[in-house]
Every structure is written in structure tokens, then in C-alpha cells.
């Protein structure tokens, strides 16, 4: 499996009580049209707005786990606007990536398939999948979790080695 879609992953219930969570969280920009929270490790060394992991998101970190028999050490939040895109690009921490979405739906490009993130859905990556967002002028805020296990830059660097010893490549941040 590379792409996962579970359109219920959380009740209706459990999903408008963590969006209700997070909007009243202390959220930083990111680009334009996308506000950012983050708990645990940061993507990016730069990054600031990082914060302990609060109790409910811990129990989801902890169910993913289970589910996928996979690490995280990172919880990324997203706040999309309707404006608000994805670029396509390729996630390249970890062998596992969990995305939560909730609030208004929104078509996420993933592994060649157009797929409608429902609120409380969980889209799942394993391995290197592309994906995108567009812009979608009729839809409301959503916001998006991403769930990953972030390595130390010098450990990406020693795969690189690896791997182009082997002729398979190169690894990257994004």
C-alpha cells in the first residue's frame, strides 16, 4: 500500500472537537493563505510556534502508532484557506506519513489519485508518494495534521552516501 484513504477515521464528534482544539490554538504564519502549529521535532530548523503535545494529539500520535506499527516525532498543523495551495512534492521523513483532515473538504492530489479529504479522514503515505493541493475558491478552512518522523539532517546525509554508493539516488528534506 503507498496510498491509505479512511474517509471516517475519526467520528464527526471527535473530529469538530479537535478543530475546535486547534482554532483556538496560538497559530504563525507560513506562506500565504496557511497558518502553522507545530509539536515535537520541527521540519525545519528555523521554525518557531513549536509546541509541547498536548494530550489529545498525543492519543492520536499513539493510535497511529499502533495502526501503522510506525515511529512519529512530529505533528505539523496546517490552517488552509480557500486560496491556499500544496506544491507537489515528495515527503521524505520517514517511511510512514499520516495527514488528518479536518474542517471543509478539499481534493488532494496523491500518488496519481484525486482524492476527497473528508472532515476527520486520515490519508496515509508509505514511501515516497507525490502529492499537491490546488487552490479551491468555493471551499471553507480546513486543516490539516501531518504526522511524521523527522531524522537528524546528518543522518539524511549519511544515507546520501549510502545510497549513492548503491546508484539508488538521493534523498532529500522535501
Not at 3 to 14: G, K, Q, R, T
Not at 138 to 152: K, M, T
Request: aromatic share 8%; with cysteine; glycine share 6%.
Amino acid at each position: 500500500m503507498q496510498v491509505e484513504y479512511i474517509a471516517d477515521f475519526l467520528s464527526v464528534d471527535e473530529a469538530d472537537a479537535l478543530g475546535t482544539f486547534l482554532r483556538l490554538q496560538t497559530w504563525a504564519p507560513h506562506y500565504d493563505y496557511v497558518m502553522r502549529i507545530s509539536y515535537g521535532a520541527r521540519m525545519r530548523p528555523q521554525q518557531t510556534n513549536t509546541h509541547p503535545t498536548p494530550v489529545n494529539i498525543q492519543a492520536l500520535t499513539d493510535k497511529l502508532v499502533a495502526r501503522y506499527s510506525a515511529t512519529f516525532n512530529s505533528v505539523e498543523c496546517y490552517l488552509h484557506q480557500n486560496s491556499s495551495h500544496v506544491k507537489p512534492h515528495v515527503d521524505m521523513f520517514g517511511d510512514v506519513v499520516c495527514m488528518i483532515r479536518l474542517g471543509s473538504p478539499r481534493v488532494f492530489v496523491a500518488g496519481g489519485q484525486n482524492i476527497r479529504l473528508a472532515h476527520g479522514s486520515l490519508l496515509t503515505f508509505r514511501g515516497p508518494v507525490m502529492h499537491a493541493m490546488s487552490p479551491d475558491p468555493e471551499a471553507g478552512q480546513c486543516i490539516s495534521l501531518l504526522f511524521r518522523q523527522i531524522v537528524d539532517l546528518d543522518e539524511i546525509e549519511k544515507e546520501n552516501i549510502r545510497l549513492a554508493q548503491e546508484g539508488l539516488g538521493r534523498r532529500t528534506r522535501w
